[in-house]
Each structure stands twice: as C-alpha cells, then as structure tokens.
C-alpha cells in the first residue's frame, strides 16, 4: 500500500529540520498515525549525514528477482506438502490399520512424495541461497512487492493446511482413526504449516519494520536446520521403507504377473460359461477368447503354466521373484499372496466371475 503523500512530506521536512528519528515516530504515533506506516515513511530516507534529507532508491522487481521469488514459494509448497505426504505413509506403515488404505496403495503413495521431495527440497535451498546473497548485497530489496506478496500468500496457505488438515484429522478420528496415528499426523502437520507460518511471519514483521535495513543474521534459529534434518530423515525412512530400486523392479514385475494370472483366470470362467468345459491349453484359450491377455512371463516371455482337472478345478503356475508377506499384498485377485519361485495356484471356475 503507497504511503500518504503527507506523511512523506512531513518525515522528509522533519529531517531536514534535524529533529531524531525516535522522536519524529513518537509524534507522528501519538498524533494518530500506524507505526507502520511511520516507520515506512522513516525508512524511505537513507539514514547519512547530509544537510537535506536522503531518499533510499524505490524497489522495483526485476524478471530475475520476481522468478526467483516465484520459484522459491512453489518449491517451497511442494516440499512442504510432501514432507507431510512422507512422513504420513511412514505413519499408516509403522501403524497398520486394517480400515486404512491398502498397503500397495500407501507405497506407490510414498514413492511419489518422496520422489517430488527430493526434487523440490534442493531446488528450495538453491534459490533461497541466490536470492539471500541478492539481499545481503542489496536489503532494500527485502521490500520487494511480490516478495512481501508471496509471503502473504504462504501464511494465508499455512492457515489453511493448518486449519484444514487438522480438521480432516479430527474428522478421521470421530470415524475410527487410531488414536496413536491421530497424534501423530496431527503433530507432523502443526510442525509443518505451524514451523513455516512462525518463520515467514518474523520475516515479514522484519521486512516491515526495517525495509531498507539489512537484517543481522539469526543466531541459533533452529527452524532451518529442524527443517533439513526433517526433509532428510523422511527421504531417507522413505527409502528404507520402499526398498531399493532393484527391490521395487522385482516387486513390480510380481504385481504384472499376478494381474495376468487374474485376466487369464477370469477367461477361464467365460471360455467355461459359454463351452461348459475348460480350454486343453492357453493357446486354445487365447484362439476362443475375445478378449487380449498376455499369456507369457513378461521377463523370460516363457508361458504361464495352465493344466486342467477333473471338472471345472484347473492350476495356473508363474515364476515369482519375491515371496509376498501380510503387510505386502498385491492386486491380482486370489494371486495376492505367493512364495517366490514356482508357484501354483489351485482354482475352479466360477460362472459368476465370467459375466
């Protein structure tokens, strides 16, 4: 908001008289005037030794400053949001709540907030960097417009994640949430939209108060390193949590062959419902079938193995590489659960499966 052009005139005129700057303010407040905008007024005039007042250049944003600015408070949301996205899944893993989401759903969930963390997070510490050194060699530039504006918007975002999320949370909890996980979330995002909402209100209040000044570096401040140690812990539970790379390729080709043993099944019950008997090999089921499913191990394109029995009982084996526990079901039907290696899974048609 510009600054009264009365206001201005008065500072400028009260300075150029010699009056001090605590006392120009304590007029001007007394007289009625925001100690705000008073101490705008007083910080738009260099603070030097001249015999008519100086005024501090204006801040203007360059397209350089305004990008950075924009970059900075977007990696900072991402991060922010996947911080707690993390250290939720790492919650619903340690605590398993049988009404909860599904283990197969709670990993992909936590692959994807620790893979945008880990892009987000030094993408903010790089930009918060370069735009520190701008300011440390220009403060003025602490009062950039679309900087305090950006501020604005993430206490505004703050609040509502704060307000929102912990609203969720209750209502979760009146519908059976654990208790211990209701504590736990509900602490993860106070910390989180609470943390950025304290830090960037002290800044602006700063900003504010002293818009021209450089700010003297906060000793001690444990909010940044708490923030970094967070990001890493949970990036690196995360990984513990999924396993490595390699683990995650094998879990998934599992989950593939699992879903072709369902589709192969599920042709299975139609070629039955329609012939009233069970195909003689997957090749005749494929020819009877009007519906594509792939009959062949995706890695070592061997087939599927398929035998039929007496009546509507048949087995359909693959070759597992990992062996599936309770807390690690895939999709894929009555092929959730297998040992690794060859498995075999005893089956009868169902005609109800095949409309």
């Known amino acids: 908001m510009a600054l009264n052009p009365e206001l201005v005139g008065f500072v400028r005129e009260a300075l150029g008289r010699g009056l001090p700057r ?67 899944r790492l919650i619903d893993i340690a605590l398993p709540d049988p009404a909860g989401l599904p283990p197969q759903v709670i990993r992909e969930l936590l692959r994807l907030s620790v893979s ?37 918007l993430t206490l505004f975002v703050a609040s509502c994640v704060l307000v929102g ?69 949970a990036v690196v539970g995360g990984l513990v949590a999924l396993g490595s790379p390699a683990d995650q390729r094998l879990e998934r080709l599992d989950a593939r062959r699992a879903q072709d043993l369902d589709a192969i099944s599920r042709a299975v019950d139609r070629y039955e419902a329609t012939r009233e008997r069970l195909p003689e090999s997957l090749d005749e089921l494929q020819r009877g079938s009007d519906v594509q499913f792939a009959v062949t191990d995706p890695v070592t394109r061997e087939p599927y193995g398929y035998e039929a029995g007496e009546g509507t009982a048949y087995e359909l084996c693959a070759t597992f590489a990992l062996a599936t526990t309770e807390r690690d079901l895939r999709r894929g039907g009555p092929f959730s659960r297998h040992e690794a290696g060859r498995h075999c899974f005893p089956l009868r048609a169902e005609a109800n499966r095949a409309r």
């Open 22 to 88: 605590e006392r120009i303010e304590d007029i001007l407040v007394r007289a009625g005037w925001p100690a705000d905008q008073v101490r705008r007024a007083l910080a738009g005039f260099a603070d030097v030794e001249s015999p008519i007042p100086v005024p501090r250049p204006a801040v203007s944003t360059r397209p350089r400053e305004a990008f950075l600015y924009v970059v900075m408070f977007m990696a900072l949301f991402v991060s922010a949001f996947n911080l707690g996205a993390v250290l939720f």
């Open 116 to 152: 945008a963390l880990v892009v987000a997070s030094p993408v903010f510490a790089f930009v918060t960097r370069v735009i520190r050194r701008g300011v440390e060699a220009q403060p003025s530039a602490r009062a950039s417009r679309i900087r305090v504006q950006l501020t604005y």
């Open 165 to 233: 999320a912990v609203t969720a949370l209750v209502y979760s909890f009146l519908g059976g949430l654990l208790t211990a996980r209701f504590v736990l979330k509900s602490l993860t995002v106070t910390a989180i939209a609470g943390g950025a909402f304290g830090y960037y209100l002290r800044d602006l209040r700063e900003a504010e108060h002293e818009p021209g000044k450089a700010r003297a570096p906060r000793r001690r401040d444990p909010l940044p390193a708490l923030g970094a140690g967070a990001v890493a812990l």
